[in-house]
């Protein structure tokens, strides 16, 4: 089965300290691609990175780091010196290629309050 | 650029009316998707698409129809509301199997109250 699973509902942090999202996924397939998109109030989606079954190199851009394993199927993001402009909620998707025919599916999300 | 279109952006039914969401793309993608987004369940895939002329059941299909006749729209339709289908709809478009590593490009969503 496809599936993504982000334990942590919602996350409380103070300004300035490090926060990491947790996203778990489960596919049979051995091609397949992850995302991480960014829901602000606003409501629109961002898409944030993209990470491919056969790339496990950790990524970082400015104060966001992404770290995907394999072996524990896991693919977390990291907020470092976290922002009031970093509240929003925080979506995992998985895409399959060969069991689930290019479906996108996502994670419940994972609401991320920064307080100042 | 406009990229997904999405109307309208709100809507308030009454049980049992039908109404069609619009979603357009101008990018040339071959998939597009239909999601529902409710508290706590993230957004659930409800119908989608890989060209024109094919469509698939997501997840959460009943109660929805779709239609793909061009590659740039695929309008979602509410047969016979209910206030379950009560949500935030969003469609998205991705460009296809051969770049299937591309991020999908989602619309500014359909918020839908139905009393």
């Known amino acids: 089965a496809q599936k993504v699973t982000q334990a942590q509902t919602e996350i409380s942090v103070v300004e300035k300290e490090d926060v990491t999202l947790d996203c778990v996924y489960e596919t049979r397939d051995t091609t397949y691609y992850l995302f991480w998109y960014k829901q602000p109030p606003s409501g629109e989606l961002v898409f944030l990175i993209r990470r491919n079954s056969f790339d496990e190199q950790n990524e970082i851009s400015g104060r966001y780091s992404w770290n995907f394993q394999k072996s524990t199927s896991s693919f977390n993001f990291t907020i470092t010196a976290s922002q009031v402009v970093d509240s929003a909620v925080y979506f995992c998707?998985?895409?399959?290629?060969?069991?689930?025919?290019?479906?996108?599916?996502f994670g419940a999300g994972t609401i991320l309050r920064v307080k100042s | 650029n406009a990229g997904v279109t999405q109307t309208p952006k709100f809507q308030v039914l009454k049980t049992g009316q039908s109404m069609t969401l619009q979603c357009a793309q101008d990018?040339?993608?071959?998939?597009m998707s239909w999601y529902r987004q409710d508290p706590g369940m993230g957004l659930r895939l409800i119908h989608y698409?890989?060209?024109?002329?094919?469509?698939d059941q997501g997840e959460v299909p009943n109660g929805y129809n779709v239609s793909r006749s061009t590659t740039e729209d695929f309008p979602l339709r509410l047969l016979s509301a209910a206030p379950s289908q009560t949500s935030v709809y969003f469609c998205?478009?991705?460009?296809?199997?051969?770049?299937?590593?591309?991020?999908?490009?989602f619309g500014q969503g359909t918020r839908l109250t139905v009393v």
């Open positions: 998205a478009s991705s460009p296809g199997q051969t770049e299937a590593g591309t991020e999908a490009f």
């Open positions: 698409s890989v060209g024109a002329g094919i469509t």
């Open positions: 990018m040339n993608h071959e998939y």
């Open positions: 998707a998985l895409r399959c290629i060969e069991e689930y025919g290019n479906k996108l599916v």
